[in-house]
T-cell receptor
Framework: DTEVTQTPKHLVMGMTNKKSLKCEQHMGHRAMYWYKQKAKKPPELMFVYSYEKLSINESVPSRFSPECPNSSLLNLHLHALQPEDSALYLC???????????????FGNGTRLTVT | AQSVTQLGSHVSVSEGALVLLRCNYSSSVPPYLFWYVQYPNQGLQLLLKYTSAATLVKGINGFEAEFKKSETSFHLTKPSAHMSDAAEYFCAVSDNTGGFKTIFGAGTRLFVKA
């Protein structure tokens, strides 16, 4: 069982649709992350939130819009996506610390996104 | 900049045989190193982590890894492979200078033959 819950598990959307991915954790972690993973590749960091504030944006296109409503929730709003955006989107969390390098990531099982 | 290199995109072993997955790191400071496993249609799960307390690190599911500074390596081993070990394995290094970035290796797919 994963302690990071992602919904939906699968999503198919057209290029003109607007949809949202949701992520929830109740471990008291104060850092939350969005990763994108293409088939047979490692996860690529997209965004990091620390104490509900965006701390890292890895030059992600504006058609991806993250939101952190509170310390337990993380959303990723999707609009006008391209077929090449089809991938597994993973949410993760970790304990916050000024030097968080030794804090492992806890991943959800991801949302499999297909853009048609 | 920190990085990790995993040697071998695919490794195949027989059930009961030794598992050895190789990882070399590059870091100008003592690194924080991790091994994660990903089963099909799942997210990544932490197997073990090295944070300088001990060079031999034991993880879940019978896996362990040894940190060797002289070889800049952090290889993952398991004495006896089980069919359930078939998965993708990622070595990772974490930014220990105040950031939140974890840098993943390219991954090694482990196949276990009956």
């Amino acid at each position: 069982d994963t302690e990071v819950t992602q919904t939906p598990k699968h999503l198919v959307m057209g290029m003109t649709n607007k949809k949202s991915l949701k992520c929830e954790q109740h471990m008291g972690h104060r850092a939350m992350y969005w990763y994108k993973q293409k088939a047979k590749k490692p996860p690529e960091l997209m965004f990091v939130y620390s104490y509900e504030k965006l701390s890292i944006n890895e030059s992600v296109p504006s058609r991806f819009s993250p939101e952190c409503p509170n310390s337990s929730l993380l959303n990723l709003h999707l609009h006008a996506l391209q077929p090449e955006d089809s991938a597994l989107y993973l949410c993760a969390s970790s304990q916050e610390a000024k030097y968080a390098g030794n804090s492992p990531l806890h991943f959800g099982n991801g949302t499999r996104l297909t853009v048609t | 900049a920190q990085s990790v290199t995993q040697l071998g995109s695919h490794v195949s072993v027989s059930e009961g045989a030794l598992v050895l997955l190789r990882c070399n790191y590059s870091s100008s400071v003592p690194p924080y190193l991790f091994w994660y496993v990903q089963y099909p249609n799942q997210g990544l799960q932490l197997l073990l982590k090295y944070t300088s307390a001990a060079t031999l690190v034991k993880g879940i599911n019978g896996f362990e890894a040894e940190f060797k500074k002289s070889e800049t390596s952090f290889h993952l081993t398991k004495p006896s492979a089980h069919m359930s070990d078939a998965a993708e394995y990622f070595c990772a290094v974490s930014d220990n200078t105040g950031g939140f970035k974890t840098i993943f290796g390219a991954g090694t797919r482990l196949f276990v033959k009956a």
